[in-house]
């Protein structure tokens, strides 16, 4: 009987600590989940204020273009960035650094491009004067905020997820299933130099 009693209790404590293993896996897994969602969430929001800086572009090369219409060459080189930029698709479950570097050059040419555009416009002041065009460049400028908001709570929360993969022993469970890193957003060559930007 004694041994019977016996049996029973190692059996009792081997469910016991067998469940609280299975818990505290679930209960990883579920955090890893949650985690990865967070930083495709974020890579969303990151897209969506990229795509209505997009969608500002050609309403405001339209307005510009009806006073320098013979800037033909720079309106078609803002619409060609732009282009590309809305052609670069990222399939954000299987995130690359090269994906995400391509994307980023992308929307760095799209960014450049807008600089000439506005480079444009100094010459001309009727142009500045425009109430249509202050409200574009006003809303430009507001995106433009947006974006680099969204890119560092992007980047924050690919730490928080990078961080959490990597701690022991949640990289086991982080390794078993799959769980890989994701890239971060970094600064442009050149952006430690503050643009000079004159409206």
């Not at 320098?68 to 803002?78: G, I």
């Not at 928080?160 to 078993?176: G, Q």
Request: hydrophobic share 40%; charged share 20%.
């Amino acid at each position: 009987m004694k041994g019977l009693v016996a049996s029973l209790v190692i059996l009792g404590v081997l469910v016991v600590g067998g469940c609280g293993v299975v818990s505290w896996g679930v209960s990883n897994y579920n955090s890893l989940v949650a985690g990865d969602q967070n930083v495709n969430e974020k890579f969303a929001q990151v897209q969506n204020v990229y795509q209505r800086r997009a969608d500002l572009i050609p309403n405001l090369v339209e307005t510009v273009r009806g006073y320098a219409k013979h800037e033909r060459e720079t309106f078609d080189a803002v619409i060609s960035a732009r282009a590309r930029a809305t052609q670069t698709t990222i399939d954000v479950k299987n995130l690359t650094p090269q994906m995400l570097a391509g994307f980023q050059q992308a929307q760095g040419e799209l960014s450049n491009m807008l600089s000439r555009l506005m480079v444009v416009v100094e010459s001309y002041p009727n142009l500045k004067a425009n109430e249509n065009f202050r409200d574009l460049q006003t809303q430009l400028e507001g995106t433009e905020n947006r974006i680099a908001v969204e890119r560092r709570e992007y980047n924050k929360a690919a730490q928080d997820y990078n961080t959490a993969i990597k701690v022991f022993p949640r990289n086991l469970i982080a390794n078993h299933f799959g769980f890989a890193e994701k890239p971060y957003f970094q600064a442009e060559a050149g952006a430690e130099k503050a643009p000079k930007v004159k409206f």
